[in-house]
Nanobody
Framework: QVQLVESGGGLVQAGDSLRVSCTAS????????MAWFRQAPGKEREFVGG???????DYVDSVKGRFTISRDNAKSTLYLQMNSLKPEDTAVYYC?????????????????WGQGIQVTVSS
């Protein structure tokens, strides 16, 4: 099991960039496949993107070309760089982890979750 803490959210304007981070502790970060999800008010939790422990990435179509996921294994930290933000990107962003395996777009696949962080994009 790994403990996850997100940071870096906030309020930005449409077209701006923002980077959120997820710092892991309690286990060997390099053995975990990681993902970002988001949940807007009244909507289901949605997969944003993920990176396997081996470095392979996957993104939902709505963020391809705008968002980039990366990981710094030395810092046990996962990043989500968000560019060209849109009001529809407004949500609480969560990081999730699963040891070994690949990534999945289904939230039930991940046993470990952060507490979430708010990202608000104004028009």
């Amino acid at each position: 099991q790994v403990q996850l803490v997100e940071s870096g959210g906030g309020l930005v304007q449409a077209g701006d960039s923002l980077r959120v981070s997820c710092t892991a502790s309690g286990d060997t970060f390099t053995t975990y496949s990681m993902a970002w999800f988001r949940q807007a008010p009244g909507k289901e939790r949605e997969f944003v993107g993920g990176v396997t422990w081996g470095g392979n990435t996957d993104y939902v179509d709505s963020v391809k070309g705008r968002f980039t996921i990366s990981r710094d294994n030395a810092k046990s930290t996962l990043y989500l760089q968000m560019n060209s933000l849109k009001p529809e990107d407004t949500a609480v962003y969560y990081c999730a982890a699963r040891q070994w395996g690949t990534t999945s777009r289904h939230y039930a696949y991940y046993p470990d979750w952060g507490q979430g962080i708010q990202v608000t994009v104004s028009s």
